[in-house]
């Protein structure tokens, strides 16, 4: 059974970093990663990606901000987030898709593996 693991949220001000993680069991290919998130009374939006060969993608909002990262140990999975924002606040989820393709932030109704989702509060 796959299963994801975030780590890393909090509360935190306007203007600050932080960096989230994403561990995951069970075996699984990791064709395409990334992190969607849900801010309250929104819907939920991609915002970033990257693929088997390292190609990353971003939401507008995050483009220079966000650094989406993987590597092959237990925890593939990175968010870095400068220059946070309150409207970056919302439940964080780390996803993938384990079969190959285009890989970018709106597609994140293909993630067939869910984390259960972190919090991030920014508060201005």
């Known amino acids: 059974r796959v299963q994801w693991v975030e780590s890393g949220g909090g509360e935190v001000q306007a203007g600050v970093s932080l960096k989230l993680s994403c561990a995951v069991s069970g075996y699984t290919r990791l064709w395409c990663m990334g992190w969607p998130r849900q801010a309250p009374g929104e819907e939920r939006e991609g915002v970033a990606t990257v693929d088997s060969d390292g190609m990353s993608r971003y939401e507008d909002s995050v483009k220079g901000r966000f650094t989406i990262s993987r590597d092959s140990a237990e925890n593939p999975l990175y968010l870095q987030m400068n220059s946070l924002k309150p409207e970056d606040s919302g439940i964080y989820y780390c996803?993938?898709?384990?079969?190959?393709?285009?890989?970018?932030?709106?597609?994140?109704?293909?993630?067939?593996?869910w984390g259960q989702g972190i919090q991030v509060t920014v508060s201005s």
């Open positions: 996803a993938h898709r384990p079969w190959p393709g285009y890989c970018s932030p709106d597609q994140d109704r293909e993630f067939s593996y």
